[in-house]
């Protein structure tokens, strides 16, 4: 397997000259940030999406703490418009790694009458009460996201450890300061800490680490053939859960996601890369951040993303 | 073009907006092509809207709301970008003095400092005090990015006399490594490609200094430095007696068979294996994380400290060190807070600030006995938990610390050793 065979040959290289290459030094500073939480957090948890960015934060999890078993849970927020081959693979890490799985669904929180039934809010909107209820109601005081600084630019701000208030809200002006590798976990009652232990990795250091590693990741990052059609300049899957408006029209063609997120929102490309290596090659000639070119809910306004972090989106 | 066996430098870059920092920063980004289509549209049309005649590259870099309103950068964003040979991680930091404590934060992690000047401006106290930080913060390299020369004609003599007078001031301060270049963010010389209009200038350009400037050897590979983070313990019937302690080697290199010291307790030993995740490995060095085993049984948890037994930091409960203020209410004597080193923390008591530094000029100032926000002065502290210390000089992982506010529970001071 290609992942045992880079692994073998990494050990070797770098006790010659004492030198970690720079993916070496990203994953040694990720499990480095889920051990001091492991050990500093009453009751962490792991928010898992089961798009890529989250598969390399289980599996440096899976690292940090082997031979023993990831000592948190995972959360997942079931909007209920989730591509089911994200599930599939979610379902195999789970099971692999036989970890606890908390599932929070925004079904459920609106029976229950935590969140209104908005059909004018989109579900990703709504994934934030359905979020915070699920933290609130477990007592998770530590909450891993898979949030990357070279995403969006209201990210490029945030600390690893990022502070949240008795209302989850994160409040950028007032951060923490964090400086070398002692990070500050104090809070009080009520309040949470959101932990990026991906922070400095690039979407080019994700995939080579998942090329390197050689893990499973949902089938819809690699090309395949799928029904289509376009809506604000972006190509939708077609699906019962996001009807066609006036005008659009459904033709088959070759595509690939950059991103796993609600399906209605998740745009893909067209692209014939059917390997990690074919996915690396396009991503480093990219032209288009992975955000901007394929999620509607990143595209409202240039600080949505700052906005909906604020209220305590991921 | 694999990142996997690529290098890694971290650089922190201060200055303000005048000294065309953003500019620089934005055409590292563009020519390294880390810049995105649709990053620098939603650029153009801020631009556009706010109806600028040239498109503002600050716009890439200042991330929040608040900072866009205000057209300054008052926190630190972290950039990305790379070259063949290497990632570099920016630190990008605003250089006014009301936000030192950004600066110091930028400059914490670094392997390298960027200081921007203004040919037409020369040294400046902001320059000065750039540098005064960098070097308290040990940032081993340091470069001196003379800008906007296409402003002063090109003038060789221009930029001698900026060189000459910071080379005099660097005498001053910890700088093993500096590099004083010549550029023009704008136009681009010296920046990623050579200048045509200086060629007095025989030096690299920066970008060919960043890609080649040797970091390899700033690490301590000498003093073995073990802080533990976490005892592993799978309590599976597979790993039934396996009892591993997993942290992040912060100095010198680890080999099973090294005859080992636990402080505080003192207990000795010798390192059984290493494990790298499923395997085990020879050496361990800086900056790994790996799970350590001992041959024997002693009682380790986090907040020890494995060392080799002739050459491990004493316990002490009394610490001597700068520190950084951070917050709004003064530091002063008799003040309690929590503190935070490797991975130990405990309390600890304001026993004396000697002085503060005056990071312009370096005068220190005896007769003021607090530190107000962004200041920096040298404090004796009284800890209830022994602190396993080296000098920051000779570590910067195991001599610094943070304080905390045990009340509001925010970071507001950051220590680093002296010795």
């Known amino acids: 397997m290609q992942g045992a065979a880079w692994h073998d040959a990494r050990v070797t290289q770098t006790q010659s000259d004492y030198r970690l290459s720079q993916l070496d030094q990203l994953e040694a500073e990720s499990i480095h940030i889920f051990r001091e939480v492991a050990a500093e957090f009453e009751k962490p948890v792991l928010m898992f999406s089961g798009g890529k960015d989250s ?22 927020v079931d909007t209920g418009l ?9 379902d195999r890490w789970v099971a692999r790694l036989g970890v606890n799985l908390v599932v929070a669904s925004i079904d459920d929180a609106i029976k229950n009458g935590i969140i209104p039934d908005a059909a004018k809010i989109s ?16 007592g998770f005081t530590a909450a891993f996201g898979g949030g990357r600084r070279d995403e969006e630019k209201a990210r490029a701000k945030e600390r690893v450890y990022s502070h949240r208030d008795e209302f989850g809200q994160w409040d950028p002006k007032n951060q923490r300061p964090e400086l070398w590798s002692l990070y500050n976990g104090r809070l009080h009652e009520g309040e949470h800490m959101r932990i990026f232990p991906i922070s400095n990795w690039t979407e080019l250091d994700v995939w080579d680490y998942i090329g390197r590693e050689g893990i499973e990741i949902p089938d819809i ?71 901007g070119a394929t999620r509607g809910d990143d595209r409202f306004s240039e600080a949505a993303m700052e906005d909906r972090k604020k209220e305590g989106y991921f | ?94 250089g006014h003095v009301q936000y030192t404590r950004n600066m110091v934060t930028g400059a914490s992690t670094a392997d390298l400092g960027l200081v921007l000047v203004d040919a037409r401006q020369g040294l400046t106290e902001q320059s000065r005090r750039h540098a005064v930080i960098l070097s308290l913060l040990r940032v081993p390299h340091l470069v001196l990015a003379v800008n906007k020369m296409d402003l002063v004609d090109f003038d060789q003599e221009v930029f001698d006399k900026i060189h000459r007078e910071f080379t005099q001031f660097a005498t001053k301060l910890n700088v093993p490594d500096l590099e004083v270049i010549p550029i023009s963010a704008l136009q681009g010389d010296n920046v990623v490609n050579r200048s045509e209009h200086m060629p007095w200038y025989s030096g690299p350009t920066l970008m060919h200094h960043l890609e080649h400037v040797h970091v390899a050897s700033d690490r301590d590979l000498i003093d073995a430095r073990f802080p533990v983070q976490f ?47 499923d395997k085990e490995i020879t ?49 002063q004597p008799r003040q309690k807070l929590a503190i935070k080193h490797t991975t130990r923390t405990g309390r600890a008591l304001v026993k004396d600030i000697a002085y503060r530094l005056d990071v312009n000029t370096l005068h220190r100032d005896q007769e003021t006995k607090e530190l107000g926000v962004n200041e920096i002065g040298r404090v004796t502290l009284r800890t209830t938990v022994p602190l396993l210390v080296d000098p920051y000089s000779k570590n910067r992982t195991t001599g610094s610390f943070i304080l905390i506010d045990e009340a509001t529970g925010v970071t507001v001071g950051a220590g680093m050793i002296n010795g």
């Open chain 1, 55 to 76: 598969i390399v934060m289980l599996r440096l999890a899976e690292k940090a703490f082997y031979p023993a078993k990831i000592p948190f849970s995972i959360l997942q």
């Open chain 2, 283 to 331: 050496e361990a060095f800086p900056p790994m994380s790996v799970t350590v085993h001992l041959e024997d049984d002693v009682d380790v948890s986090r907040g020890d400290m494995i060392a080799r037994v002739n050459n491990a930091p004493t316990p002490s409960q009394d610490i001597d060190a700068m520190v950084c203020w951070m917050t709004n209410t003064p530091l």
């Open chain 2, 231 to 277: 005892v592993v313990r799978p309590k599976s019937d597979e790993f039934h007696d396996y009892r591993g302690y997993a942290g992040q080697v912060a100095g010198g290199i680890l080999k099973p068979g090294d005859e080992i010291v636990v402080l505080p307790s003192g207990m000795t030993s010798k390192i059984s294996k290493i494990d790298l995740f």
């Open chain 2, 1 to 94: 073009m694999a990142t996997t066996d690529m290098d890694l430098l971290r650089f922190a870059t201060a200055g303000s907006v005048d000294d065309g920092k953003s500019t620089l920063i934005g055409r590292l980004l563009l020519d390294s092509k880390a810049i995105f289509e649709d990053q620098l549209e939603a650029v153009e049309a801020t631009s556009v809207s706010k109806g600028y005649d040239y498109t503002d590259l600050a716009l890439l870099t200042d991330g929040l709301r608040s900072e866009r309103e205000q057209g300054i950068t008052i926190d630190v964003a972290y950039r990305y970008f790379a070259t063949p040979s290497r990632k570099f991680i920016i630190a990008d930091t605003p």
């Open chain 1, 221 to 291: 990052y690699f090309s395949h053939q799928r029904r289509v059609f376009e809506r604000d300049g972006m190509l939708m899957s077609e699906t019962p859960l996001n009807p066609l408006r006036d005008g659009e029209v459904v033709s088959e063609r070759t595509v690939r996601f950059r991103t796993c997120g609600d399906i209605t929102l998740t745009g893909c490309v067209e692209s014939t890369a059917s390997t990690i290596d074919e996915i690396i090659d396009e991503v480093a000639v990219a032209r288009k951040t992975e955000r």
């Open chain 1, 123 to 138: 579900r990703n909107r709504l994934q934030i009460p359905t979020l915070l209820n699920a933290i609130e109601e477990n």
């Open chain 1, 82 to 90: 989730d591509f089911p081959e994200v599930m599939e693979t979610r």
